[in-house]
């Protein structure tokens, strides 16, 4: 798997979970506030809103990880260090999100800072 | 440069009109005093969102929901040329995107429902199509 892979991975991993956030929104609020123009403010509570905050901080991480990606490629950067960042990275983010749904509160944060120092580890590498 | 880069430039090109399109009259209804401020919670009293206009709020929210789609139309348009994998398809699918998010912010503004949903839709699945395309 090359570098560019892992982030269309991602890519798909963020989409999955943008998907099963607006399936929780719908749940609790409905399709017609959902097609709304949602003037008025309405909040999602439970594992509807831990979708909500894990989608959120995948957006985040998927922010910094692209560029590192991209990095990577153009400096001609890759090695088997930075596929195996990427990879690593892959794994704490699909670890991330039912770590998330579930409350499972260590492992939530340990693959968010595995998924952080991995992304660290390539901006590294391209330099 | 291929078709999906420029349809990328000018996709972001889009996010900083949307920007001008909030900011001008976010800034007109709150005053500068408040947008210029520290926004620390216990001085303005409510979130920013909250004190607009519904239809400044609508281009708010419309903001904050293309840097999710633009993210990854960005990824979706890298690897497609870094790849050499640009075909007529996804140079199509780029520029539906384009042409579905520029849709999006009159459609949200002006509250046609459910056509924002739709168009949405449309840009998100020219996304995700060239997602797939890159992949196989």
Known sequence: MTEPT??????????????????GTMTQLGMGYLLSSRDEKRTVSGIA???ERALDNSVT???LFAPAVLLIVVTDSSTNQSVLACQVFL????IYLPAYAFKLTGIRSLAWTAGLLCTALLYFLAL | MTPELTALTLAALLQVVQYALMAVPANLELGAGKTLSPRDPDRLGAPLQDQVSPRT?????????HFE?????AIACTVV??????TPFTAACAWTYLAARAAYVPAYAFGLVPWRSLIWFAGFLATTLMLVAALI
């Open chain 1, 6 to 23: 892992a982030l269309i991975l991602y890519a798909f991993l963020v989409i999955v979970t943008l998907l099963l956030q607006a399936t």
């Open chain 1, 49 to 51: 809103g831990r979708l």
């Open chain 1, 61 to 63: 991480a998927m922010v």
């Open chain 1, 91 to 94: 794994i704490a983010r699909v």
């Open chain 2, 57 to 65: 709020g609508r281009l708010m929210r419309a903001l904050n929901n």
């Open chain 2, 69 to 73: 789609g633009l993210i990854l139309f």
């Open chain 2, 81 to 86: 040329t870094m790849s050499d994998q640009s």
